[in-house]
């Protein structure tokens, strides 16, 4: 069966190499599977290097993580019950806060721009009234800067008009906690590329998700590198003639006499699904890869007993047009996670 | 969180015209996770409906549905290890005959031209030789058609060689299991297009995938529905003014004032990621999808609680250039599923 290799020296490399250069702490992002690679592998591994704070997709991704770290935010709680002192809840919208009880952790999430997710930034005063009316733990505030991922190492003017607005969040907060003797909660703005490329951070955390990975669209010289590789195994072998037709609808035919092999990967397994109108893919070894892919295995020229599909998803997603978060994400779960060095 | 709703009259509606058709028995295919719906979930119903044999992806698959069918065939087996009296192997290559043990059952897959999976033609003798030196339950044989799926009600000249090809292999096995006093062993070959387009079949059995999911590709007035929507629930909502860009790099630019909504679904879901780049996307209740799309979230011109993001995989298929097997198979496994009637 296909298994994704996961290299402990590269994630830890990675981790390392943005330490070096963000000047504040560094919370990781496990969400949707550890973007596919694997959640609970991954959230192991972060903990041995000594990441304290992670942030995760809902409730049940935090409960398989929760005795990993000291902190866990969930991004998209599906309730708002108490899983744990250290398990606190994203909150997005004013109408949540009526159903969260007394106490409970909260980081509050405000829209400065990206108009996607978050109160408004006119609600923030009616909801910081709210959280302390209804006794509620205000642990963080944070936005999302979506202007950060631009392909070159200068900062957009909308970055920087929603990173001004966020100082405006924050400075009112403050001035609403300090009046009513409350504690200061954490604040958090920047996602990788955003965190790499503004090196001067006046924020309490930078949460880095793709980076961590291996990924970042820009180049920094951080020296990032992919940390997963997926391998898959051959299920069968032959020897085909030129003009023999393969796959569904006979749509690849040989162009010379050789040997054509099918490895047990599919779209099945979460690979983008590789067809006729789609440009010409290899794996690792560089081998041809055939469309059309089926949901379980795969057609390449070659003989080998095991190839690598995927060694950097920037690569595949180029081919099909998207990038590389979705090409990672969608990395089946039940595929068998191997940690190498 | 976001949800997918599984018909239970649907599913059997659209066995009950297949199995009106057929003039031979139903086997469902429900590896990859049922494709996608869910394989406890919809093994429960077909067992329900009355169907007894399945075909599963790997040993995982099968042990988790193993007490409810007599027959569960295992596609792409993992190890040859014995998992229970009614769960057996396919064997798709002549070296595994070596590392199975003797009174283990195996279904032998042939390659007819597809040139994809299973052992040569001209293997079939050798092979039939090993299985029986090593005492192995041959318990069926068979092949994929792979040209049944064009979009027409005709069968090519493709899909008829292939069918002629594997009458040769059955003769070639009943020769071979009469001379040596072994059972006849079980002969498929079709699946769904296949099986509803060729009506006077001689096979044994049909395997039944995509159709008694709702879907075929071809119109065969057989009124399939289909069987799964897929939901998402409100995270937040705003007024906005035309002219206001939301997403990230703010790549939709809103064409007049509304109320804009984040949905708790995103490409991390299993959603294909709609883009800039691909064409009009709507909800079933024909609100505009805005891309970019999340890993979690998804914006929509609406200000529902919840929307239905899927309903006819076929339609999301032809935005992004794919076919709905692969809208389906990568729905995420952490989705809950609700059977409704």
Redesign the interface.
């Known amino acids: 069966?296909p298994s994704l290799l996961i290299s402990r020296s590269k994630l830890f490399s990675n981790l390392q190499s943005i330490c070096n250069i963000v000047n504040t702490n560094i919370a990781c992002v496990v969400?949707?599977?550890a973007y596919g690679h694997g959640i609970i592998e991954i959230s192991r591994l972060l903990s041995e290097f000594g990441i304290k704070s992670v942030f995760v997709?809902?409730n049940?991704e935090a409960i398989k993580i929760k005795d990993l770290f000291q902190h866990i935010t969930i991004?998209?709680p599906?309730s708002f019950d108490n899983l744990g002192d250290n398990i606190y809840f994203s909150v997005?919208?004013i109408d949540c806060i009526y159903s969260i009880k007394p106490h409970t952790g909260i980081e509050l999430k405000v829209?400065t721009?990206?108009?996607?997710?978050?109160?408004?930034v006119e609600e923030l005063q009616k909801v910081l009234e709210l959280i302390k009316k209804n006794n509620i733990k205000l642990i963080g505030v944070f936005t999302h800067n979506?202007?950060g991922?631009?392909d070159n190492d200068s900062l957009s003017s909308?970055f920087l008009l929603q990173q001004k607005k966020f100082i405006d969040v924050k400075q009112m907060v403050i001035d609403f906690v300090n009046k009513n003797d409350m504690p200061i909660p954490r604040f958090h703005s920047l996602s990788s590329s955003g965190a790499i490329k503004c090196r001067n951070i006046s924020d309490d955390l930078v949460r880095i998700g793709i980076a961590m990975y291996g990924y970042l669209g820009v180049d920094c010289n951080l020296n990032l590198k992919p940390i997963a590789e997926l391998w898959a195994n051959?299920?069968?072998?032959?020897f085909?003639k030129a003009g023999?037709?393969?796959?569904?609808?006979?749509k690849y035919v040989l162009k010379s006499d050789c040997i054509?092999s099918?490895y047990?990967i599919g779209?099945?397994d979460?690979l983008l699904?590789l067809?006729e109108?789609h440009n010409e893919m290899r794996t690792k070894e560089g081998y041809l890869i055939l469309p059309r892919m089926?949901?379980?295995?795969t057609?390449i020229i070659s003989d080998e007993d095991s190839v690598c599909f995927m060694y950097n998803a920037d690569e595949i997603a180029r081919i099909f047009?998207?990038?590389p978060?979705?090409v990672l994400?969608?990395i089946s779960?039940?595929i068998e996670r191997e940690i190498i060095d």
């Open positions: 069966m969400k949707d599977n997709k809902n049940f991004l998209y599906t997005s919208n829209n721009g990206m108009n996607r997710n978050g109160i408004e979506g202007y991922d631009l909308e051959k299920i069968s072998s032959r085909l023999s037709k393969i796959g569904y609808d006979g054509v099918s047990d779209y099945g979460g699904r067809n109108n089926s949901m379980d295995s057609s047009g998207t990038i978060y979705e994400c969608r779960p039940f």
